[in-house]
């Protein structure tokens, strides 16, 4: 199953180092807040995760800023991507171990 991990920030989201460690086929998308610092775009470059930015959607009004809601168009992306499981965290929440990604594939796929 094709996991789909997304999350909001506004700070450099370091925790994705570990998540990409231990999860290297793990899709990333990360939405990000008003201040949220420009070098976050090479950090998320390196970890082959993408960056959702306003002009990724059209809409009517873009949720505002520090918002969670914020988080439903890294939704929509990770959907569009072929995300068949979404794994939401913050940007402050570790994995609880090293296999987690197979630990939510099997509780969401297993009878």
């Known amino acids: 199953m094709r996991v789909g991990l997304i999350t909001t920030t506004i700070r450099i989201p370091e ?3 570990l998540y990409r460690a231990f999860g290297p086929d ?3 998308y990360v939405a990000l807040e ?6 976050i775009h090479d950090f998320c ?3 082959n995760a993408r960056v959702i930015v306003e002009t990724d959607y059209k809409s009517e009004k873009f949720p ?4 969670d809601s914020r988080r439903n168009f890294a939704l929509l992306a990770a959907l569009r991507g072929g995300a068949e499981i979404i794994f939401s965290c913050d940007d402050d929440m ?3 171990s090293a296999d987690c990604f197979r630990q939510i594939s ?3 796929t297993e009878p």
């Open 15 to 17: 925790v994705l180092r």
């Open 94 to 96: 570790g994995p609880v």
């Open 45 to 47: 470059d390196e970890l």
């Open 26 to 28: 793990v899709q990333m």
């Open 106 to 108: 099997e509780v969401l």
């Open 34 to 39: 008003k201040n949220a610092p420009a070098a």
């Open 64 to 67: 505002s800023w520090n918002s």
